[in-house]
């Protein structure tokens, strides 16, 4: 090639072969800018925490064919730290491989990385062992906070670094901290420090931005200099005002509002949110009218395997599903929202071309017959790894190493309770749900916010076991530093129980290694409907390897048992409370069942299965039930979009 002629190729592809990708905030024309030219991010939340690494592509390949060209996630600080010092990014937790994915289908990502990120995940992604530090101060520049954000932001930032987009990665935006303006400390140290921390691992370009409500008194916590302030809302707002917000605090520069909510969050007893889809286009087209930049929280929800839900205050804990009503449902299911706001976004920019892929084939395998192995009690040797502690008094999760799960707290009565006598938690210590049993006939339920005091009988020196549910930390507001187990004194009658026993329950791995055995039974089983102390139940199906497409995505009903936790080849799936709802089944991805062994199914039941009477059964299913009649005395309303609901 003559010198010419390269000369000429030069000129015409200008400065693109030496100039470094770009993304920056332009506050003279109110825009982003990539690569120099004005650009406007229409994205959707999707949480790889939440989604089994197998189904990753194929959620963020129908958000591309959606029209949109960005993501949001959240990065679960606990997800990757459950034990401090000790991180994990494999497998389902290898966020570079969720980053590169993204990538390669042509998505930009905006990422969250915290250190809280609320997301109705367990005590907002910070990690339960922070509570080790009994008064410390969450979200604050307590020292023995700073240390652990400290510690954990210099492992997981330089790792982020090369997949910013000025360094050929994805990564056009990075959120610090997450809704600060809702919470009570307000300490502008604590962000500043955040800020330098930020900078100084990932640079001076990036674009780092806040997410706060969109008001005023959201906004003055939540915003400082040299972190680009944006807010959240959702359908049926007064988009200008929402905006005019925003204005206060940025009063040039693009507008963004990164929660727009395409459904709502749910909790055990209460209603399925549902948000209807012209709704939500209607507010969507508001906001690409002026303009804006958007994020569509959620676009898909997913799942809250094992006990990674959070809960709100008064206490109600979320369920296992986060189907959200999003565009996408929680097993990556097409909706008519999704093809609604398909069709909002195309009047605004080019949906690429192509087919968009299809709804996950779902197969019903049918009814499992379940057979009793051990109660909890009479598993304690296995179950509890650690052996058992003795305490006047008794200890919390955290005082016992343990973030999830149950815990099994053991006492006898002080004195001869001939009548009736009730054993309370005056202080509202129990958290967050106690299943009580005397001499092994369970007797009630304890039950935070809401149930304090069981009646009890029994001779002096009856045994009195109650095992400790944790259904999952608070997640928004002041109360997030949520200690688990038993944490103040019960009273029997006037007098304080002392002289327990402790048992830490490492139930999960006592699964994993087939290790529960069935046991002759030593009692009567309590007649049907009573309550039966909580127990645990084995089953087992071949899906045939014969069948083209076989394994495929489920969902297990539970017909007549009450509440409990659900393991399927050693991979817990999360809880089913039907008796309360409003979600019935639970989804089963397809990639933990087999076709080359018999699938077992272990379950977990806390009140009482249906199976004293006779034999009985689970039934996997092809239909999700999320919505059906709650069952509850204890309702607590909740208005779609209004956090202050959730304090």
Same mark, same amino acid.
Request: include cysteine; charge should be negative; glycine fraction near 8%.
């Given at each position: 090639?003559?010198?010419?002629?390269?000369?000429?190729?030069?000129?015409?592809?200008?400065?693109?072969?030496?100039?470094?990708?770009?993304?920056?905030? @332009?506050?003279?024309?109110?825009?982003?800018?990539?690569?120099?030219?004005?650009?406007?991010?229409?994205?959707?939340?999707?949480?790889?925490?939440?989604?089994?690494?197998?189904?990753? &592509?194929?959620?963020?390949?129908?958000?591309?064919?959606?029209?949109?060209?960005?993501?949001?996630?959240?990065?679960?600080?606990?997800?990757?730290?459950?034990?401090?010092?000790?991180?994990?990014?494999?497998?389902?937790?290898?966020?570079?491989?969720?980053?590169?994915?993204?990538?390669?289908?042509?998505?930009?990502?905006?990422?969250?990385?915290?250190?809280?990120?609320?997301?109705?995940?367990?005590?907002?992604?910070?990690?339960?062992?922070?509570?080790?530090? &009994?008064?410390?101060?969450?979200?604050?520049?307590?020292?023995?906070?700073?240390?652990?954000?400290?510690?954990?932001?210099?492992?997981?930032?330089?790792?982020?670094?090369?997949?910013?987009?000025?360094?050929?990665?994805?990564?056009?935006?990075?959120?610090?901290?997450?809704?600060?303006?809702?919470?009570?400390?307000?300490?502008?140290?604590?962000?500043?420090?955040?800020? $330098?921390?930020?900078?100084?691992?990932?640079?001076?370009?990036?674009?780092?931005?806040?997410?706060?409500?969109?008001?005023?008194?959201?906004?003055?916590?939540?915003?400082?200099?040299?972190?680009?302030?944006?807010?959240?809302?959702?359908?049926?707002?007064?988009?200008?005002?929402?905006?005019?917000?925003?204005?206060?605090?940025?009063?040039?520069?693009?507008?963004?509002?990164?929660?727009?909510?395409?459904?709502?969050?749910?909790?055990?007893?209460?209603?399925?949110?549902?948000?209807?889809? @012209?709704?939500?286009? $209607?507010?969507?087209?508001?906001?690409?009218?002026?303009?804006?930049?958007?994020?569509?929280?959620?676009?898909?929800?997913?799942?809250?395997?094992?006990?990674?839900?959070?809960?709100?205050?008064?206490?109600?804990?979320?369920?296992?599903?986060?189907?959200?009503?999003?565009?996408?449902?929680?097993?990556?299911?097409?909706? @008519?929202?999704?093809?609604?706001?398909?069709?909002?976004?195309?009047?605004?920019? $080019?949906?690429?071309?192509?087919?968009?892929?299809?709804?996950?084939? $779902?197969?019903?395998?049918?009814?499992?017959?379940?057979?009793?192995?051990?109660?909890?009690?009479?598993?304690?040797?296995?179950?509890?790894?650690?052996?058992?502690?003795?305490?006047?008094?008794?200890?919390?999760?955290?005082?016992?190493?343990?973030?999830?799960?149950?815990?099994?707290?053991?006492?006898?009565?002080?004195?001869?309770?001939?009548?009736?006598?009730?054993?309370?938690?005056?202080?509202?210590?129990?958290?967050?749900?106690?299943?009580?049993?005397?001499?092994?006939?369970?007797?009630?339920?304890?039950?935070?916010?809401?149930?304090?005091?069981?009646?009890?009988?029994?001779?002096?020196?009856?045994?009195?076991?109650?095992?400790?549910?944790?259904?999952?930390?608070?997640?928004?507001?002041?109360?997030?530093?949520?200690?688990?187990?038993?944490?103040?004194?019960?009273?029997?009658? &006037?007098?304080?129980?002392?002289?327990?026993?402790?048992?830490?329950?490492?139930?999960?791995?006592?699964?994993?290694?087939?290790?529960?055995?069935?046991?002759?039974?030593?009692?009567?089983?309590?007649?049907?409907?009573?309550?039966?102390?909580?127990?645990?139940?084995?089953?087992?199906?071949?899906?045939?390897?014969?069948?083209?497409?076989?394994?495929?995505?489920?969902?297990?009903?539970?017909?007549?048992?009450?509440?409990?936790?659900?393991?399927?080849?050693?991979?817990?799936?999360?809880?089913?409370?039907?008796?309360?709802?409003?979600?019935?089944?639970?989804?089963?991805?397809?990639?933990?069942?087999?076709?080359?062994?018999?699938?077992?199914?272990?379950?977990?039941?806390?009140?009482?299965?249906?199976?004293?009477?006779?034999?009985?059964?689970?039934?996997?299913? @092809?239909?999700?039930?999320?919505?059906?009649?709650?069952?509850?005395?204890?309702?607590?309303?909740?208005?779609?979009?209004?956090?202050?609901?959730?304090?």
């Amino acid at each position: 090639m003559s010198p010419h002629i390269l000369l000429l190729l030069l000129l015409l592809v200008g400065p693109s072969l030496g100039d470094s990708p770009s993304f920056s905030v @332009d506050y003279q024309e109110d825009c982003f800018r990539k690569d120099g030219e004005k650009f406007r991010y229409i994205s959707g939340s999707i949480h790889y925490s939440r989604i089994p690494r197998v189904y990753w &592509k194929d959620r963020l390949l129908k958000m591309y064919m959606a029209g949109l060209n960005a993501i949001q996630t959240y990065v679960p600080w606990n997800y990757h730290e459950e034990s401090q010092g000790q991180y994990n990014f494999n497998d389902d937790r290898d966020l570079e491989a969720f980053l590169n994915l993204a990538k390669s289908i042509g998505l930009l990502v905006i990422l969250r990385p915290g250190p809280y990120i609320c997301a109705e995940w367990d005590m907002g992604g910070l990690p339960a062992w922070l509570l080790r530090h &009994k008064n410390i101060v969450l979200r604050s520049s307590d020292p023995d906070y700073i240390a652990a954000v400290n510690q954990w932001m210099e492992k997981l930032l330089p790792m982020m670094k090369p997949h910013l987009y000025q360094n050929g990665g994805p990564i056009i935006a990075v959120q610090v901290e997450n809704e600060y303006g809702s919470y009570y400390t307000c300490d502008y140290d604590y962000m500043r420090y955040l800020f $330098k921390l930020f900078r100084s691992y990932l640079g001076e370009e990036v674009v780092l931005f806040t997410t706060d409500g969109a008001g005023l008194n959201f906004l003055k916590c939540g915003s400082m200099q040299g972190l680009y302030a944006t807010v959240d809302f959702g359908p049926g707002v007064n988009v200008t005002a929402a905006f005019d917000a925003q204005r206060h605090a940025e009063p040039h520069g693009p507008l963004v509002n990164s929660e727009f909510y395409t459904g709502w969050l749910d909790h055990w007893g209460s209603r399925h949110a549902v948000v209807p889809s @012209d709704r939500v286009a $209607k507010s969507l087209s508001e906001i690409l009218a002026t303009g804006a930049n958007v994020n569509l929280y959620m676009f898909i929800g997913g799942t809250n395997f094992a006990y990674w839900n959070g809960a709100n205050t008064p206490y109600s804990p979320q369920p296992t599903s986060y189907d959200y009503d999003a565009p996408l449902t929680e097993a990556g299911d097409l909706t @008519d929202k999704y093809f609604t706001i398909r069709d909002v976004i195309e009047k605004y920019r $080019k949906i690429p071309e192509g087919p968009i892929p299809p709804t996950t084939p $779902k197969y019903a395998y049918g009814a499992v017959a379940m057979k009793k192995l051990q109660t909890v009690t009479d598993a304690l040797e296995i179950l509890s790894f650690s052996g058992p502690l003795k305490s006047m008094y008794p200890q919390t999760f955290i005082d016992l190493n343990q973030a999830f799960g149950y815990v099994l707290y053991r006492t006898t009565l002080p004195i001869n309770c001939t009548k009736l006598t009730p054993l309370s938690s005056p202080l509202n210590g129990v958290h967050d749900r106690a299943y009580v049993s005397v001499d092994g006939t369970a007797v009630g339920i304890l039950e935070r916010d809401k149930v304090l005091t069981v009646n009890v009988t029994g001779k002096a020196g009856s045994q009195v076991d109650i095992l400790v549910e944790n259904m999952g930390r608070i997640n928004y507001g002041r109360y997030i530093n949520d200690f688990k187990g038993l944490v103040s004194n019960l009273t029997l009658g &006037k007098d304080t129980l002392m002289g327990w026993t402790m048992y830490s329950l490492s139930i999960d791995e006592a699964v994993r290694q087939d290790l529960l055995g069935v046991e002759e039974p030593t009692t009567a089983p309590p007649p049907p409907g009573a309550l039966s102390l909580p127990a645990f139940y084995q089953g087992s199906f071949i899906i045939p390897d014969g069948i083209p497409d076989l394994p495929q995505d489920t969902y297990i009903k539970l017909p007549n048992w009450k509440k409990g936790q659900i393991w399927i080849n050693g991979f817990n799936v999360g809880r089913y409370w039907p008796t309360r709802g409003p979600q019935v089944t639970v989804f089963v991805p397809a990639n933990i069942l087999s076709t080359a062994a018999p699938n077992n199914v272990t379950v977990l039941e806390l009140e009482g299965a249906p199976c004293s009477s006779g034999p009985c059964s689970i039934e996997f299913t @092809d239909t999700p039930i999320l919505n059906a009649t709650v069952h509850s005395d204890y309702m607590h309303h909740r208005r779609v979009f209004v956090k202050e609901d959730l304090l």
